[in-house]
């Protein structure tokens, strides 16, 4: 089960968006080399883990996919789903640690746990990462479904702290906070 969760949240990384190479000037689907361990930050606030070069001329391109990022999702809006889920996420991490405070301070009360107390709390600290894990799973089930119905998201970068993904089938932008 873990192992099914895991690979639906993981990324697929990858470029699927044309860009014009500042050196040759050609506007080429540039040549994936690769996620790179450096983060190429830039304009707009995006950053692009994708280590691309010019098919026409060879050269490396750095600046254009920054800049590319930037400008084809920062009017990307966030779908109302996402918002949502971000929004129970944030209610669960206070409700939760507080119900199960309200039931910890309610049981030393009345006599309910004689030394099941630690416990509870135990519990309670391990509900945070399954809220996490429950989050992050349905955020990866918005990016599971696209219009054209098969769905091919590529992890491309991030855009004002928000996650940019590309269909490879169809060409759909699809934004999310995450
Ligand atoms: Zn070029
Ligand atoms: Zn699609």
Redo the contacts with the bound molecule.
Sequence with gaps: MLSKYRSMVSKSYGWNVALTCGHCKASVMPRYEGRSLHMATGAGDATVFAKLACPACGQRLIDEPVRKLAGLYTEVPLSAQNHRIIKQFIAGLVIVPAAFAFVLFMGLQMGWWRNNAFGLLVLSAAMIPLLVMLKNYRIAMLRSV???G??AYRFLGIVQGTCCYC?S??G?LLRLQE
Aim: charged content about 10%.
């Design positions: 696209c219009v054209c098969k769905p269909c089938s169809c759909q």
